[in-house]
């Protein structure tokens, strides 16, 4: 066993925590009762992904990993201290593991699975890597799995997006692509373009293509916040539907190669300030029809 291979969870952590995301986790907006669950959730699937991610360790390492997180979250080890937080609070809730026993399986993808061959597969893997983690959510707040269809779309689009803003980070750093293949060649190129300093013309076209079909996602998942009953969540919600769009709008017609296509913290707040008039109608409106 060489070195490497003997080193543990937290040795291949990235540092990266809950107010790095593209996306709010476990914001103000979310009630005090219901953050614990939600950040061992966070900090349980931060160190999985960490792990799948590393540049240095070679893939059957990653895969031991990984079988440790797992069997520390349902009971077999107490090997990795974020699987024993999370089961213990799991517990308490009286909460199921599954949800991140199905992120778990998408960083196993990660581990070895490196390019796409269309949509469908791209959106297979959000099954695994995304839905779940709004799936958790609304079973913390006890919502209808009603829900869990807007859910998966609005996952399942935010997912995308992160894949089109990091295209290029994916490819250089990990060697891992998961725009479709297929989309490249038949634009005449390779996944080379991705490694380029700036999308050319067939990369740009592909990319915005994606985008554009990631709007029908962001379509399907426009009623969800509505459907919540918790106001707190509805909102966060509702703000994270709101960055989406102007995500995915951006991918549209900005190069991620060489552009900036993320949010920062003042632009969130704008986006807040500019959506809040409106949230509080729909709500108001669904309390008077409730």
Sequence with gaps: MTNSAKRDVAQLQSGKGHHD?????????????????????????????????????????????????????????DFVPEGVALRVILAERGLIPDHALDLLEAFRRDCTKLRYR????????????????GRFVLDVHGESRD?????????AALQVINHLQD????????????????????????????????????????????ARQNAALLEASRPFARGIKDG???????????????????LTNRDPLSQPVHHSKMDVAALFLKRFPAFALMRLTRSRSA
């Excluded at 949509?119 to 893997?125: K, R």
């Design 147 to 155: 829900l869990w269809p807007a859910n998966d779309a609005l996952c």
């Design 118 to 133: 269309d949509w469908d597969d791209l959106i297979d893997y959000c099954r695994y890597s995304a839905m779940p983690v």
């Design 21 to 77: 995301e593209n996306f709010p986790v476990a914001s103000v907006l979310i009630a005090p009762k219901h953050r614990p669950p939600v950040l061992a959730f966070y900090k349980f699937v931060r160190a999985a992904d960490d792990v799948s991610d590393n540049e240095s360790a070679p893939p059957e390492e990653k895969l031991a990993l990984l079988e440790q997180m797992r069997r520390s979250l349902v009971g077999e080890s």
């Design 232 to 250: 707190r969540l509805a909102m966060e919600v509702d703000l994270i539907q709101t960055l989406a769009d102007d995500l995915n709008r951006m």
């Design 167 to 210: 295209c290029a980070k994916d490819y250089r750093e990990l060697n891992r692509v998961y725009i479709p293949e297929p989309l490249l060649a038949s634009a005449g190129i390779g996944v080379e373009a991705l490694a380029e300093s700036r999308a050319n013309p067939a990369l740009a076209g592909v990319i915005a293509g994606l």
